[in-house]
C-alpha cells in the first residue's frame, strides 16, 4: 500500500492555534510509522533520513497552518534504545559464559524508554563544523554518576569512519588538552572530571564518512561534591576523531581533524531512594581455590595445597578468611548505587565492598559493575552503574549479602 506524506501529518498537536481543518501533525506517529521499521544496524541513516523527511513535513506544515508548536520528535529512550537493547545482549552473554549469576530480561520495557526520558535531554541545536567535520550533540541522559551522550558525526568527504575499531577524541601526544571542563562557579573541583567510553556505533555503511558514538562519562569518587545532574555547566572538549592503529605513534592516528565543545549539562531531579539498612550484616568463612599458569611468587607459595589440576597439571592454590559486613547506607537511582559499609576481616590485604542485586518482579536482575571503591579504617564506600536503567516500579526487592553462604538480607524500597 502506498503511503503519502501526507498520512504522516495526522494528530499533530498545535495547541492555542486556530486552524479550519482537525488533521494536525503528530510527531508521535512519524516516530510510530517509521522507527518501527528500524533494526539496530542501519538505525542512524534511518534517523537521519527521517530528519530530512521530518524538514519537508515542517515545509508542508506551513503552507496550510500559521503558526506550530512543534514538539521534539526523539526523546532521549529513542536515540539510546537499540544501545540499550545490545547492552542487554552482552549482558546475557556474560550470564552464559557464569560470569553473573542472575536472569538478565530479554528486551527493555517501556518503563525503562520512559525512564531514560525523564533523565534526558534533547541537544539538537548544539552541531558545528571546523576543518570539514560536523558533529551534532543529540541527546544525552544521567543522574549523579554517569551521563550517556550521543554524538553524530560526518568527517570530511573521502574519510572512512569503520566498525570494530577504538577511537579517541584527544591527541593522547599532547598534555595540554582537556577532556572535560566545569563552569568557574560549580562548587567542586573542575580538572580531569570524569572517565570516558567511546563506543562506535554499528550502521548501513561502515565505508564511508558518517558515524554515530555513544559516549559515557564517569564521576570519579575523588572529586567529592560532583553531581553529574545539578544543573552545572559541564563540557566535553574534542580535538579531532583518531583511531587506534598499531604501529602509530602512541598507537593512534588523526583520521579527521576539527576542535569542538559540547554543554552536556543535565538539570534533572534523578528519582533516589535511600534504603533501611539498619541491622543489615552479613558475612562468614570463605574459601577460595584457583589455578594460574604464571610463576609464584612468595605470596603464592604461601598459598599452595602441593596438589594439581587434573586437567591442566598447573599448581592448585587455596586462601581462606572470615569477614562481616555491615551495611551504612545504600541509596539507588535508576542509573546506579552508592553505598558505604564498615567491616572486619582476617585478611588484611582484602577490602570489604557491598554484595547487592536488585530483583524485579518479573525474576530478572540488572548487570552492574564497580566504577569506584575508596577505603578507610575498616570501612568502604562506593559506586556500582547499573549497564541498563531500572524502573522503580519494576523492583521486587534488593537482596543484600553473600548467597553462597546463605548470609543474605531482602530490603524493599520505602
Known sequence: MKKRISDLLDDFPAPQIQVETSTPLSSKRIRELTMKQVNPSNRAAVKRNLLRLLAAAAVISLLTITAVAVEEVFHASAWFQGILNRQLEEDRDMVDKGAWDVTVRETLSQGQLDV???????????????????????????????????????APQGTVLP?????????????????????????????GIGFLWI??????????????????IEAPGQHQGLQMNDGYGKYIHISGIYQQVLDARDGY??????????????????????LDTQGCSYGGDKTRTWTHNSPC??????????????????????????????????????????WEVRYTCTDETRVCGLDFQVVMKDGTSPMQRR???????????????????????????????DTELGSTHRVYLP
Open 116 to 154: 531514560v526520558d525523564s533523565l534526558g535531554g534533547s541537544f539538537q541545536p548544539q552541531s558545528a563544523t571546523d576543518q570539514g567535520t560536523t558533529m551534532t550533540l543529540t541527546a544525552a541522559y544521567g543522574d549523579a554518576h554517569v551521563v550517556h551522550l550521543y554524538l553524530e558525526v560526518t
Open 163 to 191: 566498525d570494530g575499531i577504538q577511537y579517541t577524541f584527544w591527541d593522547r601526544n599532547r598534555q595540554d588538552v582537556r577532556m572535560f571542563s566545569v563552569e568557574e562557579d560549580a562548587p567542586y573541583d573542575h580538572t
Open 199 to 216: 563506543e562506535a556505533l554499528p550502521d548501513g555503511d561502515p565505508t564511508d564518512n558518517i558515524k554515530d558514538f555513544h559516549l559515557t
Open 253 to 274: 592516528e588523526l583520521l579527521a581533524p576539527g576542535a569542538f565543545t559540547f554543554d552536556f549539562s543535565l538539570a534533572n531531579e534523578a528519582r533516589a531512594v535511600t
Open 297 to 338: 611468587d612468595e605470596t603464592c607459595r604461601e598459598s599452595l595445597t602441593g596438589e594439581t589440576d587434573p586437567d591442566t597439571g598447573l599448581p592448585i592454590h587455596t586462601e581462606s578468611w572470615s569477614y562481616t559486613v555491615t551495611v551504612e547506607t545504600l541509596a539507588l537511582s535508576p542509573l546506579s548505587a552508592e
Open 371 to 401: 566504577v569506584w571503591i575508596q577505603e578507610d579504617v575498616n570501612a568502604s564506600k562506593g559506586v556500582c552503574l547499573f549497564t541498563t536503567p531500572i524502573d522503580f516500579d519494576e523492583i521486587d526487592y534488593i537482596l543484600i549479602g
